[in-house]
């Protein structure tokens, strides 16, 4: 069984405004240094976006007017073939994450002074990237059974070979697979069966040896996400306390078999500069009392739990990005007991 107990020691959820990847890395070290993860840098140009950064190796995908379209009048059927073939034989070094679409990555790996509890990395879920792609006609591939499971394995295998290159720095990984496609589930935009939801998820969660989370920026449909195969919930805290308690028994079968909450208690606005870590701990603690109250120990809870910001945080300044990692950082020292970095 997987260790799940991380007593709210922090991380991130993926981006920083950086467009050096040394700076940002350096960062990611000094205040995320038991579950560092490697930094996302969109600043660096539209192929850090994280359709970009995760589509490479996907059939026909282009930029078209702005807009990720896969071109389907293409005979791409080799390119699905390589992706099929990769996947049947688990092999990720098929598809890499190359240094021109993820920096920040490559960066991150060659840092040798690390020695984490865990090793942090992120993907871009299959929901979002199929409602984000779109055919030559207008259609989101989420709605192409061909495309929507061959993106699922592509993500599989980029996940993949992830982890095994964090496994270098921790035996100890956790993959984010980052899904704000999913606040739509549910409305009239959103469409696809639960369980075909469920499906596309733990098509790229399989094969995932360490912790796979599934992150969630707004309101969704939490008892679908704990009946996939994610260990890990990963959602904004800050902005949206209660939506998780709205799935008490859920979450608390989740939490019984040993899963984990990712807090995202760190604002990534411009009311951070109204919070301290005083504040944000009340808002957190609040967030955390449903669940105490239909019988979850509060040092159970605890220590199921993991503390990051609510979002991606490149759309602050790198000052403004380092306030958020030092005020997590702060956060999460007081809520183990221990004195501030």
């Not at 579950?35 to 600043?43: G, K």
């Not at 979450?251 to 995202?264: I, M, S």
């Not at 945080?313 to 000052?319: I, Q, T, V, Y």
């Not at 020292?333 to 221990?338: K, P, S």
Request: hydrophobic share 40%; with cysteine; net charge negative.
């Amino acid at each position: 069984m997987i260790d799940t107990r991380f007593n709210c020691l922090p991380t991130m959820i993926g981006s920083l405004p950086h467009r050096n990847p040394q700076q940002a890395c350096a960062l990611v070290a000094h205040y995320l240094k038991d579950i560092p993860s490697w930094p996302q840098l969109p600043n660096l140009g539209p192929q850090e976006s994280m359709v970009t950064q995760y589509g490479e190796g996907f059939p026909g995908l282009t930029v078209t007017d702005g807009k990720m379209v896969v071109n389907t009048t293409l005979d791409f059927d080799h390119c699905l073939e390589v992706i099929y073939k990769a996947y049947i034989e688990g092999n990720a070094e098929a598809l890499p994450m190359s240094a021109s679409c993820a920096a920040g990555l490559h960066e991150f790996l060659k840092l040798d002074r690390l020695t984490p509890l865990a090793a942090k990395g992120q993907i871009i879920g299959p929901i979002s990237f199929g409602l984000t792609v779109r055919d030559t006609t207008g259609k989101a591939i989420l709605y192409d059974e061909t495309l929507s499971d061959a993106a699922a394995r592509l993500l599989h295998l980029k996940a993949r070979w992830q982890e095994i290159r964090l496994r270098q720095i921790s035996p100890r990984t956790i993959i984010f697979m980052d899904e704000p496609g999913m606040t739509s589930y549910g409305s009239a935009f959103f469409n696809l069966p639960k369980e075909q939801v469920i499906s596309l998820i733990d098509i790229t969660l399989s094969g995932i040896v360490g912790l796979k989370g599934i992150h969630c920026c707004g309101n969704t449909d939490w008892g679908l996400i704990t009946a996939t195969s994610a260990n890990v919930l990963s959602f904004d805290t800050y902005n949206y306390g209660p939506s998780l308690a709205l799935f008490p028994d859920d979450v608390k079968e989740f939490l019984a078999r040993g899963g984990v909450v990712a807090w995202g208690i760190i604002p990534t606005s411009e009311v951070l500069a109204q919070e301290g870590i005083a504040s944000l701990q009340d808002r957190l603690e609040d967030a955390m009392a449903p669940f105490t109250r239909q019988g979850v120990p509060f040092a159970r809870l605890k220590e199921q739990s993991i503390l990051t910001p609510a979002c991606g945080l490149a759309a602050f300044s790198e000052d403004g990005a380092e306030q958020a990692l030092q005020m997590l950082a702060g956060l999460s020292a007081r809520m183990r007991g221990e004195a501030m970095p």
